[in-house]
């Protein structure tokens, strides 16, 4: 299969040559809290902290350098006096670090020399309400965010002003340009199926309100995967075309618990964009609203938890849970690997062998229903789409990765 690996490397400077040239090129405004040689120092502390486990245990947390020198007020936690950061101080500090949606911020601005500020809330995973409701990217805080996620495995997202690009190292090998989940043309796909939905039942919308619902709706999801991605544990979603006969799911998927109707996220998403937040009563029910949404994403992420995959059908209203895919078989089917956003370019045959049993059977029923997607999170966090093709083939794309998002404002 291929991907977006560079040469085999040695260690985690490979990270910092990768990130020099868009270092050295941003411009005053949006440069980093940091030295170059800091930055190396900090990848290099990382990457020996997150080889030291305890009772088996190894630590998972995110750092964040800011853009420019935003004042040390906006922390949710600061210290007393900057901490200076040692091999020894961050590993005895990791496990202090809240998980994510906070983070450690650190800066250097002298040479090598590191120190930790505090910590800072990065994310929301709470539904932000503002004249124009939703998940709201545009507050998303700028800056590098590094992620330790297991022995030797860093991510580094530089999410500065006009930049949004992922890099990873796990098992000594670099991989650049990973892709976020929501670019991919799989993820766009479903977010689009969720349109047509509201669409055919002749749901109003206004002048601005499609383009307000598809990123409810997209944040809603990408808030969805995050926590499973977070959890460690594995979590698998297949989304179901409406049209697909009641007969051949039954032979295909065995639901361990069957759903009665609840909340759809499109209906969800809709109501809460048709509350004008004007009077009291308004806001109220647009508190509702947004509540739903939150509640759904919770519900949903629980159910994802067991043995089995989480069904959805092209409203997003959950189907079923802990879901058992019949098909054992790759008998008849094409595997092929697809490029993540449009088109959907053919990049070749890839081996399915090399993934586990929630990967491999996402696959086999993407390919024998036709208009089904799914979206896998590995245990390591990894996350990967898949998508009937046609004349029984499936589309892989990843790994895929999840830029931090949905920032609260800051604080002044």
Not at 4 to 23: D, N
Not at 353 to 374: E, K, N
Request: some cysteine.
């Amino acid at each position: 299969m291929a991907d977006r690996r560079g040469p085999r490397v040695t260690g985690p400077s490979s990270i910092v040559k990768a990130l020099r040239y868009e270092l050295t090129d941003a411009t005053e405004q949006h440069q980093i809290d940091a030295t170059e040689a800091a930055l190396r120092r900090l990848v290099e502390l990382l990457y020996e902290v997150s080889m030291q486990g305890e009772e088996g245990r190894f630590p998972r947390f995110l750092v964040h350098i800011r853009v420019g020198f935003e004042a040390d007020n906006s922390l949710d936690m600061g210290f007393d006096k900057p901490l200076p950061l040692s091999v020894e101080s961050l590993r005895k500090l990791a496990p202090a670090v809240p998980p994510r949606p906070f983070a450690l911020v650190v800066r250097g601005r002298k040479g090598r020399r590191l120190e930790a500020l505090g910590f800072e809330r990065v994310e929301s995973t709470r539904m932000i309400l503002t004249e124009e409701p939703s998940f709201s990217r545009t507050g998303t805080r700028s800056g590098l965010f590094l992620s330790v996620s297991g022995p030797g495995e860093l991510t580094v997202s530089d999410l500065r002003v006009g930049r949004r690009a992922i890099l990873r190292l796990r098992g000594l090998r670099l991989y650049s340009d990973v892709p976020d989940v929501t670019e991919t043309a799989t993820f766009s796909q479903i977010i689009g199926n969720a349109m047509s939905w509201a669409t055919k039942r002749k749901l109003p919308f206004q002048a601005e309100e499609p383009q307000r619902f598809r990123q409810v709706v997209q944040d809603a999801l990408a808030i969805l995967l995050g926590r499973a991605a977070e959890a460690a544990h594995g979590a698998a979603f297949l989304v179901l075309d409406d049209e697909l006969d009641g007969r051949d799911i039954d032979g295909e998927l065995a639901l361990g618990h069957r759903l009665r109707p609840s909340p759809r996220l499109a209906h969800c998403a809709w109501r809460l964009l048709r509350t004008p937040p004007r009077s009291e009563e308004q806001r109220s029910r647009l508190h509702r609203e947004a509540q739903a949404i939150d509640d759904f994403v919770e519900l949903v992420f629980r159910l994802s938890q067991t043995d089995g995959c989480v069904v959805l059908d092209q409203s997003l209203q959950p189907v079923g849970f802990a879901t058992e895919i019949l098909s054992h078989s790759d008998s008849g089917i094409a595997w092929r690997e697809v490029a993540p956003r449009y088109p959907l370019t053919d990049l070749g045959p890839f081996d399915p062998r090399q993934f586990g049993t929630r990967h491999r059977s996402a696959g086999r029923v993407c390919a024998r229903l036709r208009g089904t997607r799914a979206l896998v999170v590995s245990q390591d966090g990894d996350i990967r789409a898949y998508e009937n093709l046609g004349e029984g083939r499936v589309g892989i794309c990843g790994p895929l990765g999840l830029f931090p998002r949905h920032s609260p404002p800051t604080r002044t």
